[in-house]
Structure formats: C-alpha cells, structure tokens
C-alpha cells in the first residue's frame, strides 16, 4: 500500500537534523572536553587544541571510580534479573487467573508509579534502622539492603510491563498445555517465559537503569565502601566546587565512563526492545 509522510522530505531532514544536534551536542561537547585541557575548557574552548588522553587514566586514581562500577553493576543487575522474573510470574497469575482483588492489585500497581521517591526516602531509612537494631545486623550501608530499596520501585513497574506484554500472548497456548496435562508452573517456565523475553529485557533494562542512575537513595542507604558508580560522581564533581580551576577533563571522562555501561547495554539488546515496548507477543 502507497504511504505519504507526514513531512516533506526536505522538511523531514531538517527536524531529524535539529533532533541530532540537540541530543549529540552535548555528548559531543563532554567527549571533547574530556581529551582538552582544563584551562582550554574554562576558557570555553570547543574543540581541542591538543587531544590529550590523560584524563581517562587518572580518574581511577582521583576518584573510587573502579569501586563505584562494580557496586554500581552488581545492585543494579541483580534488581534486573529479580524483577523481571518475579515481575513475569505475577503477571502471569494477574493476566491469566481470575480472583478477587486483581483489579485493584493492578490498579495499586499503576498508582505506586506516581510516588516521587523523597516521600519514602525516610520511611525506607527508619525501617530499616529499626530492623538493624531488632536483628543486630546491619542493614543501611550494605549493597543488599539498597538492592531491595530498588525492588520496591522496580518490581511495580516490571510487573506493569509483563501484564500489558502478556496480554498479548493468546491463552489458546495455555489451554493447548493444559490438555496435554501441563500443570501452570510448567506452563509458566516452558511457555510463557520463553515466549516474554522482549518483555522480560524491557522491564529488567529498566530495572537496571533505575538503580544505576539513582543518587537519592544511594547517597544515604550506602558509606564509602558500597558508593555507587553516580554517588561517587556526584561526590566528585562537588569537591571540585572550591576550587581555582576545576578538573573539567576528568569530570566529563568519568561522566563518559559511568554512561558506557548503558549504552553497551542498548546496543546489545535493542532488538528486543521494539517488541517489548509494543507488547508484540505471539499473533
């Protein structure tokens, strides 16, 4: 079938040119200034005189960087992979079985997004105060206790996203298995999961995302020694308030570094992410 654009083609060209420009000048400019000088970049100097790749080398130095990646990686990936396998089996039993209570457990689902997360900031901190004094154990500073701080935002969300990605999935799959004597966990993992995967990456991408980009939480819930990778960036680029001439090359070459990771992960799996995000499923 004959299709018309929307925009002239001349027209279309420039607003994705004006789309370019705004999204990649500023990577542009971090790139840039992080192989410059620091004088060149106070001086508001764009392009480098000289490019100079110092900065990438002593940002492991001047800053925990390499502590704060690894802390950074293993909270946020472990809140990956928990909620979107925990997110995919309750959307199984919200889509699939029929109870008192799912209209309003789904409806509690899409409210817990319109939470700002300084209102639970201090109820989180004074929980889980007092469950280190009654268990004597400690809690807040632990990378497991930020962990499950995350899940409270991220299994809702993961949740969401696995009943609108279910609700694709034709239930003639389910009731095909269950003639054939299939009990619902072996439906589940030998059905359903199979078939979610651009759903399960969707959710479990923004998991992810959700615990790497977080300072609020992290910045209290954690002590120098579990700092994550955006905690210690903003501690970094703080400590370089007072001073004469900021170190504008090793800020931005540590802001580049900590973004690689997200954009690697883009990269390897934005072929699921059209799918997940459209709720394609099985037709």
């Keep these: 079938m004959r299709h018309t654009r929307l925009l002239p083609r001349p027209l279309q060209l420039a607003v994705l040119a004006v789309l370019l420009l705004v999204v990649l000048g500023p990577v542009s400019y971090m790139l840039f200034a992080s192989v410059s000088s ?24 001047t800053v925990d960087l390499g502590g704060g990646l690894l802390n950074s990686l293993l909270v946020a990936g472990v809140v990956a992979a928990a909620s979107a396998f925990v997110s995919v089996g309750s959307a199984y039993v919200l889509v699939r079985f029929a109870f008192r ?34 268990i004597g154990v400690q ?29 694709g999935l034709p239930p003639e799959l389910d009731e095909a298995a269950r003639i054939d004597g299939a009990s619902s966990w ?41 700092r994550t990778a955006a905690v210690a960036l903003q501690v970094f680029g703080a400590t ?14 540590a802001a580049l570094v900590c973004a690689a990771p997200v954009v690697v992960l883009y990269l390897v799996f934005q072929r699921y992410l059209v799918g997940g995000l459209t709720a394609g499923g099985v037709k």
């Excluded at 817990?112 to 004074?126: A, D, K, R, W, Y």
């Excluded at 497991?144 to 279910?166: I, K, N, Q, R």
């Excluded at 199979?194 to 209290?220: C, E, Q, R």
């Design 240 to 253: 370089q308030e007072g001073g004469a001439i900021p170190v504008y090359g090793q800020l931005m070459a």
């Design 186 to 226: 072996r439906i589940l993992t030998r059905i359903i999961v199979p078939l979610s995967w651009p759903g399960l990456i969707v959710s479990g991408i923004f998991a992810f995302l959700l615990g790497w980009n977080d300072v609020l939480f992290a910045s209290v819930m954690t002590d120098p020694d579990t």
């Design 38 to 61: 620091d004088l060149a970049v106070a001086s508001g100097a764009y392009l480098p005189d000289t490019v100079d790749l110092g900065a990438y080398r002593r940002i492991w130095s």
């Design 101 to 134: 209570g799912r209209v309003a457990i789904l409806r509690a689902l899409l409210a817990m997004q319109s939470i700002p997360g300084t209102l639970v900031l201090l109820p989180v901190f004074v929980l889980f105060a007092s469950a280190s004094a009654a």
């Design 139 to 167: 809690v807040i500073g632990t990378r497991w206790a930020l962990g499950l701080t995350y899940l409270t935002f991220a299994l809702p969300f993961s949740t969401w996203v696995m009943v609108t990605y279910l609700r």
